[in-house]
């Protein structure tokens, strides 16, 4: 239930990365077209037998219109040097296309082996709803931006009713919530990191975390989650942080934007 992220790293640093995850046990790697690292990401894998890594990547919004949804992907097999993906996200809603026109393509990409599994991210309940209602592919995942400081609640509910795996971006809120009163305090009591204690919180919620580090040494001590608990209280005491600040899905995009951005 722990992944290695990759986004806002390049280069060496993401090569590193990968590769030190893997080497200390993580199984799946999460990328995207829009962190233009793949590339990178595909050198790392190489050394590594295909078959043990679960690979994720994503479409840019403005490429959900179906024959871009499908140039996409392909793009992406190529610069991650493999034939299939084994799970296929839509990283962003993108209100000027047809959910059903995108989801269609995804359709296709699995029907063609390309893809293993469908999912999107960053999607309201309100949208995930609706792309549920015209896939003929279940969408197996929603990710979604998740940690004390931003819950989701409703999001995160209609996930489990829906049989949706909810996979946290940003799971450390991007190392603000490193601050946290209660989680330092609990991370003392445990002797642990705020970043370990944010991350076995979140995985003892069912929820996928996908932390990113340009440090190999903080992507090992991120998977040292699965000998040790919290206990009720301390738990309870993370849940109950009466905060609701997004450090990235403020929901507010810039349309004009070219990463990811929609043309007029």
Not at 5 to 19: A, F, L, M, P, Q
Request: aromatic content about 8%; overall charge negative.
């Amino acid at each position: 239930m722990a992944g290695v992220g990759t986004w806002d790293i390049d280069g060496d640093t993401v090569r590193e990365s990968v590769r030190a995850g893997l080497d200390a046990g993580y199984g799946h790697v999460d990328t995207a077209e829009g962190y233009k690292n793949e590339a990178e990401v595909g050198e790392a894998l190489a050394d590594y037998d295909r078959d043990d890594v679960f690979l994720t990547s994503k479409v840019l919004p403005k490429h959900l219109d179906y024959e871009s949804v499908i140039e996409s992907c392909e793009a992406s097999l190529d610069r991650l040097g493999t034939d299939y993906l084994d799970l296929y996200l839509v990283h962003w809603p993108n209100p000027a296309t047809s959910i059903r026109e995108t989801m269609d393509a995804m359709a296709t990409l699995h029907n063609q082996g390309k893809v293993r599994n469908v999912g999107v991210s960053n999607f309201s309940a309100y949208q995930l709803g609706a792309a549920q209602h015209v896939a003929d592919v279940p969408i197996a995942v929603n990710q979604i931006e998740y940690h004390p400081w931003n819950t989701q609640d409703q999001v995160v509910e209609f996930c489990r009713d829906t049989d949706t795996v909810v996979e946290a971006a940003a799971p450390l809120a991007r190392t603000e919530v490193f601050g946290d009163d209660v989680v330092q305090d609990v991370a003392e009591q445990y002797d642990k990191s705020p970043a370990q204690v944010v991350l076995k919180w979140a995985v003892e919620n069912g929820v996928v975390v996908l932390p990113k580090s340009s440090s190999p040494e903080h992507v090992r001590q991120n998977l040292d989650l699965f000998d040790w608990e919290l206990d009720d209280v301390d738990r309870e005491r993370i849940d109950g942080i009466d905060r609701e600040q997004a450090v990235y899905d403020t929901g507010i995009n810039d349309w004009e934007d070219d990463t990811y951005g929609i043309s007029q």
